[in-house]
T-cell receptor, first 116, second 115 residues
């Protein structure tokens, strides 16, 4: 199993450009998440999904959109990139936590995004 | 409020010593806690977790202690090795009665192990 994969690994955007980050998981997990990580700070939840076709806002959703058209994929979109969105983005997935007595999330390797 | 600090707490130890990394949480309704290790340039990796009905759980070289009275969590690493050098995050499930499994992460602690 590849686990959680993210593409691309690095990207540089100009202010106002758009892009989509792709996350894929092969563990048949129901839940998927997008986080951003800034220097000196922990992970902050942007959006999450509890199943195919469903999405919900996390702690810092402004400026981002997401889609979960297939269970194994979770896309994060930036419609008009801003320098404040320079960050490292992590995708994660998990099983239905309560049923399995664990909320462990499995993380991808991250995407480093710079907006100039 | 949101932390804007750019300096993470740090812990520096000698190889072979035991390390203790601390974490305070704020929500008394949190029912699940987890520790992650993040090496430079990589995503977080699971270390150990604990539910709120326990006060101690042991893994391989690691122990997590939970003190619900003072809302404090600690991670103990025995015989710390240079490969343990990383940033360590605690996280809690604040969702309480929901099953969404959202985790809220702490700021992180930098552990440096000197040979």
């Amino acid at each position: 199993n590849a686990g959680v994969t993210q593409t691309p690994k690095f990207r540089v955007l100009k202010t106002g450009q758009s892009m989509t980050l792709l996350c894929a998981q092969d563990m048949n997990h129901e839940y998927m998440y997008w986080y951003r990580q800034d220097p000196g700070m922990g992970l902050r939840l942007i959006h999450y999904s509890v199943g195919e076709g469903t999405t919900a806002k996390g702690e810092v959703p402004d400026g981002y959109n997401v889609s979960r058209l297939k269970k194994q994929n979770f896309l994060l979109g930036l419609e008009s990139a801003a320098p404040s969105q320079t960050s490292v983005y992590f995708c994660a997935s998990s099983h239905l936590g309560r049923d399995l007595n664990s909320y462990e999330q499995y993380f991808g390797p991250g995407t480093r995004l710079t907006v100039t | 409020g949101e932390s804007v600090g750019l300096h993470l707490p740090t812990l520096s130890v000698q190889e072979g010593d035991n390390s203790i990394i601390n974490c305070a949480y704020s929500n008394s309704a949190s029912d699940y806690f987890i520790w992650y290790k993040q090496e430079s340039g990589k995503g977080p990796q699971f270390i150990i977790d604990i539910r709120s009905n326990m006060d101690k759980r042991q893994g391989q070289r690691v122990t997590v202690l939970l003190n619900k009275t003072v809302k404090h969590l600690s991670l103990q690493i025995a015989a710390t090795q240079p490969g343990d050098s990383a940033v360590y995050f605690c996280a809690e499930n604040r969702a309480g009665g929901t099953s969404y499994g959202k985790l809220t992460f702490g700021q992180g602690t930098i552990l440096t192990v000197h040979p």
